[in-house]
């Protein structure tokens, strides 16, 4: 009765860390499929009015499609609300009764390219603007009985935005390498929720 998507920030914020951040995505699927859980990895970034999704692994892949989200690569800008949308979309149309959303980010919603003469968003999206649409976006997704939870890799003056985009339901790893062990703490907890 769980299900379980992973959606991880690809922009090119994330450069430095891209290669820990594939592997600790990869341990994470390996354990899900270990334990039979359904799970889909996707990566987010957004490229002039375009925000592009790339899905590694589908719900119900075989274990050996684990190993595509090694693929996994950083670039442009990254308008997080819409992507988190996108992603619970997919989610929402599962039939399983506890679904999970985990956002990898590091609270800095930023896709100011988008903003050039002609482009369809007026608006820049950044700082508070960026913060508020994103938080918007994560409770409508949790009004959904999408359980979200926010695993935030970004520095410490960031720190508050992500309080406010993902509440009291949020993880902050100051080592990208510790990405895999915090997911099934809290997976681990959802799942101990169910059974009691």
Not at 153 to 169: N, P, R, V, W, Y
């Amino acid at each position: 009765q769980f299900v379980v998507e992973i959606l991880m920030d690809a922009s090119g914020s994330q450069r430095d860390r891209q290669g820990q951040v594939a592997l600790q995505a990869y341990i994470i699927s390996e354990a899900l499929s270990h334990v039979g859980i359904p799970h889909s990895i996707m990566s987010f970034c957004t490229f002039w009015d375009y925000t592009v999704m790339q899905r590694f692994r589908d719900f119900d892949a075989p274990q050996t499609e684990n190993q595509k989200v090694l693929e996994y690569t950083t670039s442009s800008n990254n308008r997080d609300g819409l992507a988190i949308l996108a992603a619970a979309d997919a989610l929402m149309k599962r039939e399983e009764e506890n679904r999970i959303l985990i956002v990898l980010s590091d609270g800095r919603p930023n896709d100011v390219v988008v903003n050039r003469p002609g482009s369809r968003s007026p608006q820049t999206y950044s700082g508070e603007y960026a913060v508020r649409d994103t938080a918007a976006q994560v409770r409508a997704v949790r009004g959904s009985g999408v359980f979200v939870l926010g695993v935030f890799t970004g520095q410490e003056q960031d720190l508050s935005a992500e309080k406010m985009i993902f509440g009291k339901d949020f993880a902050y790893i100051r080592d990208i390498r510790n990405f895999s062990r915090v997911v099934s703490g809290y997976l681990q907890r959802l799942l101990e929720q169910d059974t009691e």
